[in-house]
């Protein structure tokens, strides 16, 4: 069973991987709301992107998502410290995504 700082922990790395080591964002004039849904714990947790400067992640469902990620707990951690490939993960349908093509594009920065 997953525990709750480890997912905070994988969603926080998320979160990092939106900057870049000298502090500017990776993906600039991004703007972009992103529901994950970790169905096997039963948690919605939610990053604002404004600018390309991801917020902080907040625990709740989000009215109208541009992004919607659905997947378990440990699938997210296992992509997080690239134990899982984000390929696998999607062909084998571990990972449910709702959002348009060019966004899949730019995710590949933060998953």
């Known amino acids: 069973m997953v525990t709750q700082e ?10 990092a991987r939106m900057i870049a080591e000298d502090g500017t964002p990776v993906l600039p004039g991004w703007d972009r709301k992103i529901q994950y849904y970790f169905p096997d714990v039963e948690q919605y947790w939610a990053m604002v992107v404004e600018d390309g400067h991801p917020l902080p992640v907040t ?9 919607r990620l659905t997947m378990s707990a440990e ?11 984000g390929l ?11 959002a348009s093509m060019a966004d899949m594009r730019k995710m590949q920065v933060f998953m």
């Open 88 to 98: 696998v993960a999607m062909t084998t349908g571990k990972v449910k995504v709702k």
């Open 59 to 67: 625990r709740e469902e989000l009215d109208d998502p541009d992004i």
């Open 75 to 85: 699938t997210f951690i296992g992509l997080m410290n690239k134990t899982l490939s």
């Open 6 to 15: 480890a997912l905070l922990e994988a969603l926080e790395k998320a979160r």
